[in-house]
Every structure is written in structure tokens, then in C-alpha cells.
């Protein structure tokens, strides 16, 4: 069983010419730092807006979901009326939960049910203000209770800030808030009030749950 990863930045159009190529340089450092970070994992941006993830061990699956997501909230830009879709949402983002008939880095080939199921899911989503997180799961008991726990987490996402997601995304890397602070040269009281604002111990809650879940009993 995998899970994967299908992403579509939202209103990446809006942004200038400079923006658009650094966000691009950005993505792709964030899938690498991903690959030192998750053993196995694979990561791809198409066509400049569209991000393909592999990640052989299921329960990594949503935490690595949140720090794509909060990293492109947190990537700076000039903030516009045209742009307000990006750095609220982010990206829309579904995770699919299944096997993988070919998985092929060397010939680039992501095939199975789970990057079917990310796929197809990501296409479904309608307005971005009803949701812009998923995950779906050949099992739909499990995927009901996945949908809800996504939900209710990308509302709480994209009520938060750029320095919010910024705060929120080092915590999902396992940063200290004394570190995070040294990263981002603010106070550590700072650290603290974003996080609590950002209503942190809720996305926790729900990462424990996810992580916690015995997926390999629903092979």
C-alpha cells in the first residue's frame, strides 16, 4: 500500500514573471528536502503548477501534505486582489490511499489505483471556500472519516497567515519554538502567539490521528 500525492497551486497565474520562477525553484526544493526527510519518497512538479508525490509509508502521507501546503502559504509575494486566492488556499491538494502497480523513477512512471485515486479526487474539488483538501481510499468508511478530518484541518489552514503558515510549517517539520523563532529572527513569545492563533493544537489532534491509524489493515 502507498499513498500519493496530487497538488494544483492555486492562481499561480496571477503571480508576476520573477515570482513564478522563484516559486518554482522553491517547490523544488521543498520535494528535496522532503526526499532527505522521508526515505523512498518521490516528488515531481509538472508543467510549472502541478505536484505528484510517492510516499511509500501511508502514515507520512498527511503531515507531508500540510508542509507542501503551509510552505506555499508561507512563500512570499506581493500581495494583490488577484493574488488573494494563493496565499489563502495555497494549493489544493488530494491524498490517495493504495496500491501502485509501477513505480519507476528512473522511467518517470507513477502508475496504480492510489495516484488514480489522487487524481481523480483533485479534479472533483469544487470551490476552494468548501475545501481544498482530501484524501480518498478504496475503502469508503475509511475515507469518510479521512474526508472530515481533511476538511475541518484546510479550514483551520487557510484562515492562517503567511507567518502563520510559516510557524505552522516548521512545527510540521519538528522544529522547536526556540528554533523556530532563530529561523524566522522574531521572539520566541511570537512563535508561541502565532502558533496558538493558528490554532496549532488542533492540527496536531489531527495528525495524531491519521498517524496513528493502522493502514495496513485495509489492504
Request: one cysteine or more.
Amino acid at each position: 500500500m502507498y499513498a500519493t500525492i496530487s497538488a494544483d497551486i492555486v492562481s499561480s497565474t496571477s503571480l508576476s514573471d520573477v515570482e513564478t520562477i522563484e516559486l518554482k525553484q522553491y517547490i523544488e526544493g521543498q520535494l528535496k528536502m522532503l526526499e532527505t526527510l522521508y526515505p523512498n519518497f518521490w516528488g515531481r512538479l509538472i508543467k510549472g503548477d502541478y505536484i505528484e508525490c510517492v510516499i511509500p509509508n501511508v502514515s507520512d502521507a498527511f503531515r507531508i501534505a500540510l508542509i507542501i501546503k503551509n510552505s506555499i502559504k508561507a512563500f512570499k509575494v506581493n500581495k494583490t486582489a488577484d493574488n488573494k486566492p494563493f496565499y489563502t488556499y495555497g494549493a489544493r491538494i488530494a491524498i490517495g490511499i493504495g496500491g501502485m502497480r509501477i513505480v519507476d523513477r528512473e522511467q518517470g512512471i507513477m502508475d496504480g489505483e492510489a495516484i488514480y485515486l489522487s487524481g481523480r479526487s483533485i479534479t472533483k474539488l469544487g470551490a476552494l471556500n468548501k475545501g481544498a483538501l482530501t484524501i480518498e481510499t478504496s475503502n469508503e468508511n475509511l475515507s469518510h472519516s479521512l474526508r472530515v478530518i481533511a476538511v475541518l484541518t484546510d479550514a483551520i489552514l487557510n484562515d492562517a497567515t503567511p507567518k502563520q503558515s510559516q510557524v505552522i510549517y516548521y512545527k510540521l517539520l519538528g522544529y522547536k519554538e526556540s528554533e523556530i523563532a532563530e529561523k524566522m529572527k522574531i521572539y520566541q513569545s511570537g512563535v508561541n502567539n502565532h502558533s496558538s492563533s493558528a490554532k496549532w493544537y488542533c492540527i496536531e489532534e489531527a495528525l495524531n490521528y491519521f498517524e496513528q491509524i493502522k493502514f495496513e489493515i485495509y489492504e
